[in-house]
């Protein structure tokens, strides 16, 4: 069972019609909830970092919010800019290591 | 890109032979991260170093090994090339601690043949 899951795992939208990505998380010990973009052939960047529950982070026409079981990736009005793969990730007590543990990504298109 | 660098950008190797990946940064950071990147599978981690000459696994350490003799170098090898190693390796560095934002370099393309 995946632990982090993200959908839908593709995404198609008009300029300008907001909607939301999700990332839900099975793990307990919540130490942060990562967003993170990647576009083609680089290494993916930095947006957002969640660490309780009712937490929001807003940035241009990003938003993301936190549950205990789950995060939202708002995305108002978007920009072909905007197009890229979103990825989750989060970091957890007894996980093992470290490191981050990622979902798949949501691959979002906004068309012009 | 935080100041990471990654060496080589792409390389092709030889199923069996050693090859070495470097990551270098210059924020004094002390986390980094080895990290591979798959279809299906996103990204997972191989290896993560806390300080200098601290190094712990990650999930899929199998047929990796990394060394950090400085701050600023970590290098992950793969002492002997197989074709499921074909991927795309990503560092990452984390001022820390855990829970602390991680910042990626551009990436290594390896191909095994």
């Known amino acids: 069972e995946d632990q982090v899951t993200q959908s839908p795992e593709a995404l198609r939208l008009q300029e300008g019609e907001s909607s939301s990505l999700n990332c839900s998380y099975t793990?307990?010990?919540?130490?942060?909830l990562f967003w993170y973009r990647q576009d083609p052939g680089k290494g993916p960047e930095f947006l957002f970092t969640?660490?309780?529950a009712g937490e929001e982070k807003e940035k241009e026409r990003l938003k993301a919010t936190l549950t205990k079981k789950e995060s939202f990736l708002h995305i108002t009005a978007p920009k072909p800019e905007d197009s890229a793969t979103y990825l989750c990730?989060?970091?957890?007590?007894?996980?093992?290591?470290?490191?981050?543990?990622f979902g798949k990504g949501t691959h979002l298109i906004i068309q012009p | 890109d935080a100041g990471i660098t990654q060496s080589p950008r792409h390389k092709v190797t030889e199923t069996g032979t050693p090859v070495t990946l470097r990551c270098h940064q210059t924020?004094?950071?002390?986390?980094m991260y080895w990290y591979r990147q798959d279809p299906g599978h996103g990204l997972r981690l191989i290896h993560y170093?806390?300080?200098?000459?601290?190094?712990d696994k990650g999930e899929v350490s199998d047929g990796y090994s990394v060394s950090r003799s400085k701050t600023e170098d970590f290098l992950l090898t793969l002492e002997s090339a197989t074709s499921s190693q074909t991927s795309v390796y990503f560092c990452?560095?984390?001022?820390?601690?855990?829970?602390?934002?991680?910042?990626f370099g551009q990436g290594t393309r390896l191909t095994v043949v």
């Open positions: 170093s806390y300080g200098v000459k601290d190094t």
């Open positions: 793990v307990s010990g919540l130490r942060g």
């Open positions: 924020e004094n950071h002390r986390y």
């Open positions: 990452a560095i984390s001022a820390g601690p855990p829970g602390t934002e991680a910042f």
């Open positions: 969640l660490y309780s």
């Open positions: 990730a989060v970091m957890y007590s007894g996980g093992g290591a470290d490191g981050l543990t």
